[in-house]
């Protein structure tokens, strides 16, 4: 099912955006 594999990719690239938005506010601080 190829819904299924893009929302498997479409939560990867979430995840992989937060960890990237606390990285960035953890060097700021």
């Known amino acids: 099912n190829s819904s299924e594999g893009l929302s498997y990719v ?3 690239c979430f995840l ?4 990237i938005l ?4 953890s060097s700021s601080k």
């Open 16 to 19: 992989l955006m937060g960890f």
């Open 22 to 25: 606390v990285s960035f506010v």
């Open 10 to 12: 479409f939560i990867c």
